[in-house]
Protein backbone atom coordinates (compact mmCIF):
# COMPACT_ATOMS: atom_id res chain seq x y z
CA UNK A 1 0.00 0.00 0.00
CA UNK A 2 1.31 3.34 -1.02
CA UNK A 3 0.01 6.80 0.18
CA UNK A 4 -0.77 8.99 -2.88
CA UNK A 5 -2.68 11.81 -1.07
CA UNK A 6 -4.21 13.42 2.34
CA UNK A 7 -6.99 15.33 1.00
CA UNK A 8 -7.77 17.14 4.25
CA UNK A 9 -9.39 16.72 6.87
CA UNK A 10 -13.79 16.26 7.50
CA UNK A 11 -15.96 17.82 10.07
CA UNK A 12 -16.16 14.38 11.95
CA UNK A 13 -11.96 14.63 12.44
CA UNK A 14 -11.62 11.72 10.22
CA UNK A 15 -8.56 12.26 7.40
CA UNK A 16 -9.62 11.36 3.66
CA UNK A 17 -6.53 9.48 2.21
CA UNK A 18 -6.11 8.35 -1.21
CA UNK A 19 -3.97 4.87 -1.24
CA UNK A 20 -2.93 2.80 -3.91
CA UNK A 21 -2.83 -1.00 -3.71
CA UNK A 22 -1.92 -3.58 -5.82
CA UNK A 23 -4.12 -3.17 -8.59
CA UNK A 24 -6.34 -0.65 -7.36
CA UNK A 25 -7.01 3.34 -6.10
CA UNK A 26 -8.77 3.21 -2.56
CA UNK A 27 -10.17 5.64 -0.18
CA UNK A 28 -9.89 5.75 3.22
CA UNK A 29 -12.07 8.11 5.94
CA UNK A 30 -9.22 7.47 8.28
CA UNK A 31 -9.36 8.11 12.32
CA UNK A 32 -6.45 9.43 14.06
CA UNK A 33 -4.43 9.81 11.18
CA UNK A 34 -0.42 10.67 11.56
CA UNK A 35 1.78 10.79 8.53
CA UNK A 36 4.53 10.64 10.27
CA UNK A 37 3.25 7.31 11.97
CA UNK A 38 5.14 3.70 11.05
CA UNK A 39 4.48 2.49 7.93
CA UNK A 40 1.65 -0.11 8.37
CA UNK A 41 0.12 2.54 11.47
CA UNK A 42 -0.63 5.80 10.45
CA UNK A 43 -4.29 5.50 11.48
CA UNK A 44 -6.05 3.91 14.03
CA UNK A 45 -9.15 2.61 12.39
CA UNK A 46 -10.71 3.44 9.02
CA UNK A 47 -13.64 3.72 6.34
CA UNK A 48 -12.29 2.23 3.33
CA UNK A 49 -14.47 3.17 -0.13
CA UNK A 50 -13.57 1.98 -3.92
CA UNK A 51 -15.42 4.28 -5.85
CA UNK A 52 -15.57 8.07 -6.19
CA UNK A 53 -19.29 8.17 -6.20
CA UNK A 54 -18.99 6.31 -2.53
CA UNK A 55 -16.65 8.52 -2.00
CA UNK A 56 -18.37 12.02 -2.77
CA UNK A 57 -21.19 10.71 -0.62
CA UNK A 58 -19.51 10.20 2.52
CA UNK A 59 -18.12 13.72 2.37
CA UNK A 60 -20.93 15.11 1.60
CA UNK A 61 -22.56 13.34 4.51
CA UNK A 62 -20.07 13.69 7.10
CA UNK A 63 -19.64 17.48 6.08
CA UNK A 64 -22.99 18.19 6.91
CA UNK A 65 -23.64 20.81 9.34
CA UNK A 66 -26.38 19.23 11.20
CA UNK A 67 -27.37 15.47 11.69
CA UNK A 68 -30.08 13.28 10.02
CA UNK A 69 -32.12 13.04 13.40
CA UNK A 70 -31.96 17.13 13.67
CA UNK A 71 -33.00 17.52 9.72
CA UNK A 72 -35.50 15.45 10.21
CA UNK A 73 -36.78 17.04 13.45
CA UNK A 74 -36.66 20.52 11.38
CA UNK A 75 -38.64 19.16 8.43
CA UNK A 76 -41.36 17.55 11.17
CA UNK A 77 -42.05 20.47 12.88
CA UNK A 78 -42.43 22.31 9.53
CA UNK A 79 -44.70 20.16 8.17
CA UNK A 80 -46.46 20.21 10.98
CA UNK A 81 -47.31 24.04 10.95
CA UNK A 82 -48.09 23.83 7.74
CA UNK A 83 -50.87 21.20 8.73
CA UNK A 84 -52.33 22.99 11.80
CA UNK A 85 -52.81 25.96 9.17
CA UNK A 86 -54.80 24.00 6.58
CA UNK A 87 -54.01 19.86 6.65
CA UNK A 88 -55.74 20.31 2.52
CA UNK A 89 -53.33 22.73 1.18
CA UNK A 90 -50.37 21.24 3.30
CA UNK A 91 -50.65 18.18 1.21
CA UNK A 92 -50.89 19.84 -1.35
CA UNK A 93 -48.08 21.98 -1.04
CA UNK A 94 -45.89 19.22 -0.40
CA UNK A 95 -46.70 16.85 -3.06
CA UNK A 96 -46.73 19.23 -5.93
CA UNK A 97 -43.63 22.21 -4.39
CA UNK A 98 -41.94 19.91 -2.74
CA UNK A 99 -42.15 16.84 -4.92
CA UNK A 100 -42.99 14.22 -2.60
CA UNK A 101 -43.71 10.96 -3.36
CA UNK A 102 -46.57 8.53 -2.03
CA UNK A 103 -43.91 6.95 0.94
CA UNK A 104 -42.88 10.44 2.07
CA UNK A 105 -45.99 11.65 2.65
CA UNK A 106 -46.82 8.79 4.76
CA UNK A 107 -43.55 9.15 6.63
CA UNK A 108 -44.52 13.06 7.52
CA UNK A 109 -48.15 11.81 8.15
CA UNK A 110 -49.70 13.53 4.97
CA UNK A 111 -50.88 10.17 3.53
CA UNK A 112 -54.98 11.00 2.46
CA UNK A 113 -57.29 8.66 4.84
CA UNK A 114 -59.22 6.43 3.20
CA UNK A 115 -63.04 7.04 3.49
CA UNK A 116 -65.00 4.63 4.47
CA UNK A 117 -68.12 5.42 2.19
CA UNK A 118 -67.70 1.93 0.18
Not at 21 to 47: C, Q
Not at 49 to 54: A, C
Not at 104 to 112: C, T
Amino acid sequence: MKILADLGKLKNGRNVIVIQKADRIEYVLAEAYDPNGPENSKWSSGTYLYDLESLAKAILYYNMPIGFDRMTEIASKAIDGLREDDETEARIYCEEEIEMDSGEMEYFGLAEEESEDE
